[in-house]
């Protein structure tokens, strides 16, 4: 059984600095791509951040240089480190993976990240 699941979201004023975590188990989790997504109120679910099996990352432009993705397979969890945090970064975010062997989508149940001005 996949699971994912994410934890460190929270309120915090503009220009503060939040970190977020995915734990997965059920995967051989060295050899999965990881990704974050965010979905704010009223808008589509949107891919922030994503990070491959060789640690290669990959973010949106309005993300860049604020936010860093990373990965400890030790551990099998990925962190995303939000600085500079804007209003605009309010969302739920989610974590994600497709399973290598069957290409099924594995979504954990989200955080919220309230960022106030």
């Known amino acids: 059984q996949v699971q994912l699941v994410e934890s460190g979201g929270g309120l915090v004023q503009a220009g503060g600095s939040l970190r977020l975590s995915c734990a997965a188990s059920?995967?051989?989790?060295?050899?999965?791509?990881i990704n974050w997504y965010r979905q704010a109120p009223g808008k589509e679910r949107e891919l922030v951040a994503t990070i491959t099996r060789r640690s290669s990352t990959n973010y949106i432009d309005s993300v860049k240089g604020r936010f860093t993705i990373s990965r400890d397979n030790a551990k099998n969890t990925v962190s995303l480190q939000m600085n500079s945090l804007k209003p605009e970064d309010t969302a739920v975010y989610y974590c994600?993976?497709?399973?290598?062997?069957?290409?099924?989508?594995?979504w954990g149940q989200g955080t919220q990240v309230t960022v106030s001005s």
């Open positions: 059920g995967i051989i989790f060295s050899i999965h791509t």
């Open positions: 994600h993976t497709i399973e290598v062997r069957s290409l099924r989508p594995y």
